[in-house]
């Protein structure tokens, strides 16, 4: 009995990414006992990111491990506890959610999902093959891996022109290859890698193969305007090819789109009573940093009403 006591609680988060941590700071501050579960390190994808230079409050950026830091502290500081584990899965027990873990069971009356999203697969042979051999997914990791050598970065996005710039630092030369003519990623981002020497870019391409021996050799690229197939050499491929939400843990239980992020209203309920998603994992038109920490705020409170009613 009072094992079970003790693993109850008013709020559970799973997530520590700034959605997470924003709802941890809110539910604790407003003394909600609160758990917080966390199965890498606390900041998310932040903790990858060079410099933020949109998140207000930081005139010359930030850096993504700072950024990380500061809200770690400020979220425990009012007494949230934190795990470091995963959630397999979330049972729904009368009136109190059940969060399944690697390593254990909790209890609580509401929950907030905040496990945003990972990088999504390219798909091709070589890919996985050569992953931590030439293919990655993080540019702050591995980039030192690559001093003076010629890479390619897949991908149109923020993602794939962020990490080509950082990367700039360490290779002689990168060419991104993307699918279209028109990149999608936000037009500073833009103008900086079109003005910077060591980036080409490879249009209306898509990578078909990854080669190599011991680690990548080269890469096999269709022109799908022209058919023409071509092979490249290249000592490494940085992929960044848009992300998908963290949600299989849960796919059944809440309804989603099509692509698996979390359907919810603008308070941040989802479509079970109690139970709230924030941040990247619901379907929502932007996401940032700044809309995650918003959303994370919403979620906490929206939270507490809940509890307060039932
Ligand atoms: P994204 O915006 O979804 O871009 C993914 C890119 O990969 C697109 O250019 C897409 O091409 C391409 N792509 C998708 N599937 C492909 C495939 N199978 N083969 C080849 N290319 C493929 O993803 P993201 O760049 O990771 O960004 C995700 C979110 O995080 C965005 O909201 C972004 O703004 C945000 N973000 C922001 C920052 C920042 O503000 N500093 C930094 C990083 C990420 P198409 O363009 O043809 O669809």
């Known amino acids: 009995m009072e094992e079970k006591q003790a693993r109850t609680y008013d709020v559970i988060i ?14 604790s501050r407003s003394r909600l006992k609160t758990l917080l579960i966390e199965n890498g390190l606390f900041g998310g994808q932040m903790t990858t990111t060079e410099l933020i230079e949109n998140y207000p409050g930081f005139p010359q950026g930030v850096s993504g491990e700072e950024l990380s830091r500061l809200m770690e502290e400020q979220a425990k500081r009012f007494g949230m506890e934190t795990i470091s584990d995963e959630v397999v899965e979330i049972g729904l027990e009368k009136d109190l959610k059940r969060v399944k873990t690697y390593e254990g069971e909790f209890l609580c009356r509401a929950l907030i999902i905040c496990t945003g999203t990972e990088y999504r697969k390219l798909g091709v042979p070589g890919e996985k093959e050569f992953a931590g051999r030439g ?9 030192a891996f690559f001093k003076d050598s010629q890479i390619v970065v897949v991908g149109g996005g923020d993602s794939a022109l962020g990490e080509a710039l950082f990367l700039t630092k360490f290779v002689r030369q990168l060419t ?14 833009q103008e900086r890698a079109f003005s910077n020497p060591k980036i080409k870019f490879l249009w209306n391409s898509i990578v078909q193969e990854i080669k190599g021996d011991s680690v990548v050799r080269s890469i096999i690229v269709k022109n799908v305007k022209t058919g023409k197939i071509e092979e490249f050499a290249t000592d490494g491929a940085f992929l960044f090819v848009g992300l998908v939400p963290r949600t299989q843990f849960i796919r059944g239980l809440l309804q989603m789109d099509e692509g698996g992020y979390l359907l919810t209203n603008e308070d941040c309920e989802t479509s079970v009573k109690g139970i709230f998603a924030a941040g990247d994992c619901r379907r929502r038109l932007l996401r940032q940093i700044a809309t995650a920490v918003g959303d994370g705020a919403t979620a906490a409170f929206a939270a507490e009403k809940y ?3 039932g």
């Open 135 to 143: 293919v990655s997914y993080c540019a702050t990791c591995d980039g």
């Open 176 to 189: 991104i290859i993307h699918r279209r003519d028109v990149l999608r990623g936000t037009k500073i981002y």
């Open 307 to 309: 509890l307060e009613e």
């Open 14 to 27: 799973i997530g520590g990414g700034p959605a997470g941590m924003t709802a941890g700071l809110y539910a």
